[in-house]
C-alpha cells in the first residue's frame, strides 16, 4: 500500500536494492578492493595466488554476514571465486551449527516437555 515520506513524495515501501547494494555499489566495492589490495588493475587473492581483476574479484567479508559483518570497507578482502566459494560453504555449515547447539542448549535447560 502506498504511504506518504515525510517529505511528502509517495512511496510503496520497496526498494531496487538488497544488503550488498546496487549494481554500481557493488562495481565500486570491487575496484576498491583492486585499487587497495593491487596495482590498479590486478590484486592477489587474500586466501591463494590467484591474481585477480575487477571482472573477476570477489568481495570477502572479514566478519561474515551470519555474525554481523557489513560490506564496510574496512570489513572486506578479495577472494577469487574458488575461495570464496569454500570459505562461504564452510562459515555456512559453521552457523548451522551455532544454531543446532543453541536450540539444544536452550531445550535441555527447560527440562522434560
Not at 11 to 38: V, W
Not at 57 to 68: A, S
Not at 96 to 101: H, S
Request: hydrophobic share 20%.
Amino acid at each position: 500500500m502506498p504511504r506518504k515520506t515525510p517529505d511528502g513524495k509517495w512511496t510503496r515501501r520497496a526498494t531496487n536494492t538488497n544488503s550488498r547494494g546496487s549494481s554500481a555499489d557493488r562495481r565500486r566495492r570491487r575496484e576498491y578492493l583492486i585499487n587497495t589490495f593491487g596495482d590498479g588493475n590486478t590484486c592477489v587473492c587474500s586466501h591463494c595466488p590467484a591474481v585477480l581483476t575487477v571482472s573477476t574479484v570477489n568481495v570477502d567479508r572479514i566478519i561474515p554476514g551470519w555474525q554481523g559483518g557489513t560490506y564496510r570497507r574496512e570489513n572486506i578482502r578479495p577472494s577469487c571465486w574458488p575461495c570464496g566459494n569454500k570459505q562461504g560453504g564452510a562459515m555456512g555449515q559453521q552457523a548451522k551449527n551455532a544454531k543446532i547447539n543453541e536450540r539444544s542448549t536452550r531445550c535441555s535447560s527447560t527440562g522434560p516437555h
